[in-house]
Nanobody
Framework: QVQLVESGGGLVQPGGFLRLSCAAS????????MNWYRQAPGKQRDLVAT???????NYADSVKGRFTISRDNAKNTVYLQMNSLKPEDTAVYYC?????????WGQGTQVTVSS
């Protein structure tokens, strides 16, 4: 059974930082494209960052230069380092693993940016 477990969310002031983690089990992690999505209240779920099995990365324009996605295949874990956080980054952040037709989601972790 595939499990993705996110952690690291919380309340942070504008300009602050957080590091999200997503621990994966039940899949061959190194073969999967790993993504971070986020969903704000009343809005659709949007792709934030992607890292391929080869380590290539891609980011939404809104987070470029502030967020960094990385992976540790030895630990079956993907990370999202979030710096210079803004109130508009407030959302539930979801980890996603994708390989072909297989697509898995974590339960999400809340990030709130507020003074």
């Amino acid at each position: 059974q595939v499990q993705l477990v996110e952690s690291g969310g919380g309340l942070v002031q504008p300009g602050g930082f957080l590091r999200l983690s997503c621990a994966a089990s039940g899949l061959i992690f190194r073969f999967n494209v790993m993504n971070w999505y986020r969903q704000a209240p009343g809005k659709q779920r949007d792709l934030v960052a992607t890292i391929t099995s080869g380590g290539s990365t891609n980011y939404a324009d809104s987070v470029k230069g502030r967020f960094t996605i990385s992976r540790d295949n030895a630990k079956n874990t993907v990370y999202l380092q979030m710096n210079s956080l803004k109130p508009e980054d407030t959302a539930v952040y979801y980890c996603n693993a994708n390989r072909g037709i297989n697509n898995y989601w974590g339960q999400g972790t809340q990030v709130t940016v507020s003074s």
